[in-house]
């Protein structure tokens, strides 16, 4: 198994190398992983940047302490994969982006569709996407990754059809699409946008819309997926077939 994932705000080590990681990181390497001495440990920012470390003591319940060696510099992957989420009814929000984070999505952009159920609105709506942001980081870290998926803002239907037209390749997860999203061609570079509608379905202006923006509509398979589960599977697909996956 790889080493464990921790996240750390800087790799500022002192003159003999020691760096210690407390905090509520240090209490979880410690007290819930119960780390030893002798062995290995990664720190990221989150954001690309991350160090191999090796565990060379603990103190108390909550800190770590580590021998800081090489400092990386992850570069982000090509093409960057976006996935526009609507907004699933109870916690099969954080699953949608759970299982997106670990098979690779670059970001994920809350969408509050026509057909939506849940609606995020005040404090409720701040609540919910401040969840979604720790299940990304929680999940980048089990799947050890060192670039964790951004969390956008919850948007708009016009904000998503604005997304799709800066993009390389703009499709929509929709039944009437002709085209499998097996088959589409994919850019090599640049940025992929891809729609998950609400288990509703995207509504007829919202296609149009996205269309008009120059996106298509692509099918998944003969199966139905439910909006939690279809970006996974559909990003899944991107991915193996962008050779990020090679």
Do not use: N
């Not at 790799?11 to 209490?27: H, N």
């Not at 390497?29 to 160090?51: H, N, P």
């Not at 120059?214 to 697909?237: D, N």
């Amino acid at each position: 198994m790889t080493a464990p994932v921790f996240v750390a705000e800087d790799f500022t080590a002192g003159g003999d190398g020691r760096y210690v990681l407390d905090g509520p990181e240090g209490r979880h390497a410690v007290s819930v992983k119960r780390l030893r001495a002798g062995e290995d440990v990664v720190l990221t920012d989150g954001a690309g940047r991350w160090a191999d470390c090796v565990v060379l003591d603990t103190e108390g319940k909550d800190r770590l302490v580590l021998r800081l060696e090489a400092v990386h510099e992850e570069p982000a992957e090509q093409p960057r994969v976006t996935v526009v989420q609507a907004l699933p009814k109870g916690d099969r929000g954080e699953l949608a982006v759970e299982t997106m984070t670990e098979v690779g999505v670059d970001a994920i952009v809350p969408w509050a569709a026509a057909r939506c159920i849940t609606q995020w609105k005040g404090e409720r709506g701040a609540k919910a996407l401040g969840k979604w942001r720790a299940t990304a980081r929680e999940a980048g870290k089990q799947s050890r990754r060192v670039r964790f998926p951004e969390v956008a803002e919850a948007a708009t239907s016009r904000q998503v059809a604005a997304l799709l037209a800066g993009a390389e390749f703009a499709a929509v997860l929709h039944e009437s699409g002709d085209t499998p999203l097996a088959t589409a061609e994919l850019p090599a570079t640049g940025e992929i946008v891809l729609v998950v509608g609400p288990e509703g379905g995207v509504a007829p202006e919202e296609l149009a819309l996205f269309e008009e923006a120059g996106a298509k509509a692509y099918r998944l398979g003969r199966s139905v997926l439910r909006t939690s589960t279809a970006g996974t599977a559909a990003a899944a697909v991107l991915l193996a077939r962008t050779g990020r996956w090679s």
